[in-house]
């Protein structure tokens, strides 16, 4: 059992490895100009090693993706008090800050996990960073009252939203990203309203269509 245990210490260990010269190469070459060879040189393993780790180079900056975004993050004041404009802005404001570091070489997450293709292709990881924010989407309309507005339409057009911002945050130049923050605060002003007035609508009476005389 000893044996068995370091044996899976030292996968992990090469793992986590693999991911730390990885997030390094990305971010000093750039995601395109690194190899596969690379990684496994700057890992100290053969190419072969890694790719029983990583097919893919895809999947390694996914993996650092979801890695980041499972940081714990405590709710701030505007989630938990103030309009649920407020709550899913500090929500996806979260999210980027948690991002920062693999923001340059976000790209190719958005084309291949998060891409809208992904859930035809069953991508575990793609599926498993949607489910886990729409659920803190939810919960935090439900804070507000206005969970039951958001139906598999709504929260689809949430998500198109959010991979949007993403795409655009990816290559804003504005000096600390105030154009995506601009744009985040619109689109969620512009979301929130259509959902409480989809809200308000689905709890009117049932009223009889007048007949055309």
Do not use: C
């Not at 390694?60 to 008090?81: D, G, K, M, N």
């Not at 069953?122 to 507000?144: F, I, K, P, Y």
């Not at 804003?172 to 409480?196: H, I, N």
Request: hydrophobic content about 45%; glycine content about 4%.
């Amino acid at each position: 059992m000893a044996v068995m245990r370091v044996t899976a210490e030292t996968k992990e260990s090469t793992r986590q490895t693999i991911l730390e010269v990885a997030q390094e190469l990305f971010r000093t070459t750039g995601f395109d100009a690194t190899t596969t060879r690379d990684i496994a040189r700057a890992a100290g393993i053969a190419t072969g090693t890694l790719f029983n780790y990583f097919p893919t180079k895809e999947v390694i900056v996914t993996t650092l993706v979801v890695q980041a975004l499972a940081q714990p993050v405590r709710r701030s004041y505007s989630e938990l008090h103030g309009s649920l404009e407020e709550a899913l802005f500090a929500h996806v404001a979260g999210d980027l800050r948690r991002l920062k570091l693999h923001r340059t070489y976000l790209a190719p997450v958005l084309e291949t996990a998060l891409s809208p293709l992904a859930a035809l292709q069953r991508d575990e990881m793609g599926q498993l960073l949607r489910t886990n924010h729409l659920e803190q989407a939810v919960a935090l309309a439900r804070h507000h009252r206005l969970d039951a507005a958001l139906t598999p339409v709504a929260l689809q057009m949430y998500w198109t939203l959010y991979l949007g911002v993403l795409a655009f945050w990816i290559s804003d130049k504005s000096p600390r990203q105030e154009d995506t923050l601009a744009l985040l605060d619109q689109s969620l002003e512009m979301f929130v309203g259509w959902l409480r007035g989809t809200d308000e609508k689905s709890n009117q009476p049932w009223q009889p269509a007048e007949k055309q005389g």
